[in-house]
């Protein structure tokens, strides 16, 4: 069995098979156990020796899709379990998520919009005034090297005339 293979799922209540010593199964899809719960109950063995549980919550709190592993014996009862979940839940933030409604949602989401779309802006907009100060340097420069040749010009011009004037001399 390889990593990639989804884990045997079982209720709560009947004892699981140890799987291979470090065989972890991916996050499920889907619920793959019937349960009146919103998120899969899966199983998890950590120690091949002892028949263990888990519980498998998502957890968006990183941005990305994670899974916290409750891992538990079979001589836990039902109620610890329970409050294992509902603190996992309320740690999570899912609970909140649950209970935004879509115009709250919509709202949130647009308000970060506008707060991205404004960062964008100022960055933008310092884009700009960073090119146009380096533009009026380099005019500035410009200038500046522009006169430099004039004066150098007259400059030669000058002992030109001061050459042939003593030569004819």
């Known amino acids: 069995m390889s990593n990639f293979d989804s884990a045997p799922t079982s209720p709560v209540n009947l004892p699981i098979e140890p799987s291979p010593p470090g065989h972890h199964p ?11 719960y919103s998120f899969p109950l899966e199983t998890f063995v950590a120690n091949p020796h002892a028949h263990h549980y888990a519980i498998m919550l998502p957890d968006d709190s990183y941005g990305g899709r994670y899974y916290i592993i409750l891992e538990f014996q079979a001589s836990i009862s039902v109620e610890e379990i329970v409050k294992l979940v509902v603190s996992a839940m309320k740690n999570s ?5 649950e209970k935004e409604s879509p115009e709250e949602i919509l709202r949130r989401k647009r308000q970060q919009n506008n707060e991205a779309a404004a960062r964008y802006r100022k ?6 005034n960073l090119a146009e100060g380096e533009l009026e340097q380099l005019i500035r420069r410009n200038e500046n090297l522009r006169q430099t040749v004039e004066r ?4 030669i011009a000058e002992l030109k005339r001061a050459v042939l004037a003593g030569r004819g001399s």
């Open 123 to 128: 960055r933008q907009r310092e884009a700009k």
């Open 26 to 36: 991916l996050p499920p899809s889907s619920p793959s156990v019937a349960s009146p």
């Open 93 to 97: 933030g899912l609970a909140e998520a």
């Open 152 to 155: 150098m010009q007259t400059e």
